[in-house]
């Protein structure tokens, strides 16, 4: 595809429940980054992959958020039990570059309502 | 640690006025900047990016940004705002991969 592409666009799931969240990024693009945006706040980081190697899993905010990227293209976002707080909506990017230095290119994000 | 900091909420200017969006930074080395435009359903966008040279760097839709380092500032300008600028604006510093955005400026433009 010609951009980056993530589903589902919403995601509606009952507090401890698990979901996962897929990001298609650009092809060919090394770098791909989550991010979490709150409600009337900035994008935050989650995590970041060099083609199939998570290199910063930093801002993941607990251990039941897990991402992956097996193969160096598709990336899966995954939490397990949710709770109201990881309601937010979900970004993926991709960048043609190693660290992101050059422009990320943005997807429509999945907005996660937790019940 | 990174951190960036958008210091105004909201921002009201009139249509054919022009703009500026502050920025603060705070980073250890040399930074790499950057702007990005989010407009209602849609995707964030780049508007431009700083890494080095020239302070003065130009961006899409007649944007403009000027980094001082003396200042740790990153402030975007705009001469003549259109309406359809209404939007929110992230200010946003990368190192490694990991990215720092603002909470954004939003940007109102009456008629």
């Known amino acids: 595809g010609a951009g980056v592409s993530q589903s589902p666009r919403y995601k509606v799931a009952k507090r401890g429940q698990d979901v996962a969240l897929r990001c298609d990024p650009i092809?060919?693009?090394?770098?791909l980054f989550w991010y979490q945006q709150a409600l009337g706040q900035g994008p935050e980081f989650l995590t970041y992959f060099q083609n199939e190697a998570q290199l910063d899993k930093s801002g993941l905010p607990s251990d039941r958020f897990f991402a992956e990227r097996p193969e160096g293209s598709v990336s899966t976002l995954k939490i397990q039990r949710t709770q109201q707080e990881d309601s937010a909506v979900y970004l993926c990017?991709?960048?043609?570059?190693?660290?992101?230095?050059?422009?990320?290119?943005f997807g429509p994000g999945t907005r996660l309502t937790v019940l | 640690a990174q951190s960036v900091t958008q210091p105004d909420i909201h921002i009201t200017v009139s249509e054919g006025a022009s703009l500026e969006l502050r920025c603060n930074y705070s980073?250890?080395?040399?930074?790499?900047l950057f702007w990005y435009v989010q407009s209602p359903g849609q995707g964030l966008q780049l508007l431009l990016k700083y890494f080095s040279g020239d302070t003065l760097v130009q961006g899409i839709k007649g944007f403009e940004a000027e980094f001082k380092r003396s200042q740790s500032s990153f402030n975007l300008r705009k001469p003549s705002v259109h309406w359809s600028d209404a939007a929110e604006y992230f200010c946003?510093?990368?190192?490694?991969?990991?990215?720092?955005f603002g909470d954004g400026t939003t940007l109102t433009v009456k008629p």
């Open positions: 946003a510093v990368i190192n490694a991969g990991k990215s720092t």
């Open positions: 092809s060919g693009h090394v770098s």
């Open positions: 990017a991709s960048s043609s570059e190693a660290g992101g230095h050059n422009e990320q290119f």
């Open positions: 980073y250890g080395a040399t930074p790499y």
